[in-house]
């Protein structure tokens, strides 16, 4: 590992977070905050890495950090807000999020409780939780709200999951916390591909219709949830964006 890409650990309210930071040969100030989505990870199967080389060699710091497993999206969203304050300390004061599914969620949230917070990139994002996991979950969701614990155990290991974790969808009102943003003129980026199994296209034209100027919405023809053959589309359209905007 170059002396330009380091491991740090980040202290959250009950946590301590695993993270890398990416730092560029000459510091423009601005630091990416990427939150991944659920069950993913700071590596998000190397498309985040990828992304964060690219954003490094455009002279963005980026931050990349794993959210503890499971939780709900108040916890999420307290993690990303230390995770913020982290950054503002050690790095840059200028902070754009740029979160995956249900870490799209939470830099959303984080951005609306932030009026610092320079811009906002949304991959793959809900603006319906409910909806979302109950496709994510099939016939598992029910079982969750009737009170069970569920455990998963698949390709991305083993995960248990309390009721709490979809009884706290009722705390928040994405599309509403989308228009607590419409009077603060902060670029917001919403990518997602037309066929995406878990998250609707049409979930992210509402968050793009809601959302206030300036406003970019790409759309990836064919990318999945996962853009797992589009992975180099879409981290060039943040990039655009990225220099685009900041």
Known sequence: MSNRVQNVTIAAKDSVLQAVIHRP?????????????FRGSKDGSGKAVLLAEQAVAAGFT?????????????VQVEELTSVIAFCRHHLSKEIILLGRSMGGSASLVCAAADPAIKGLALWATPSNLVETFQLALG??????????????????GKLELKPEFIRDFAKVDLLSVMQSLVNRTMPVLILHGT????????????????????????QIDGGDHQFNQHGQIASQAVLDWLTDNF
């Open 139 to 156: 016939n598992d969701y029910a079982s969750l709200e009737k009170g069970n614990m569920l455990i998963l155990n698949d390709s991305y």
């Open 25 to 37: 040969e000459q510091e423009s100030g601005k630091t990416l905050i990427i939150s991944h989505g």
């Open 62 to 74: 980026v931050v990349r950090y794993d959210f503890t497993p499971g939780q709900t999206l108040t």
């Open 195 to 218: 066929k995406d199994e878990i998250v609707p296209i049409r979930q992210a034209r509402l968050l793009y219709q809601t959302a206030g100027q300036p406003k970019t919405f790409v």
